[in-house]
């Protein structure tokens, strides 16, 4: 998962990031410019697919929405499974913890 995936979930979350960018330098923050020549707004986007960090801010989001959610560990696989939707597996718990959050997101659309 990239860092594009952890916009989508910083939005799903509840942040409106219209009119915001990557900034290009280590693509820690989105930044907004409002006005040429002037200093640009920053916000923090935490890294939700591979940080144990991020990946409770998720869970706790899940919990929010009252997600029934069901985590498997498998050796070297991770299987998350939203409600009935079809379960999805990740390398790591935080992977597979976002790539079941979008999917359950995009779904509600």
Partial sequence: MSREHDWKIHEYMGNDLTGWRWETVNYDYAIK?????????????????????????????MQRRDFDVTIEFLGEVVRVQIGSRRAIEGKNAPLALCKAYISAMEERK
């Fill in 33 to 61: 410019i409002r006005k040429e020549n002037e200093r640009p707004d920053y916000q923090s986007i935490p890294h939700y697919s591979t940080t144990w960090e991020g990946a409770g801010l998720v869970i706790a989001d």
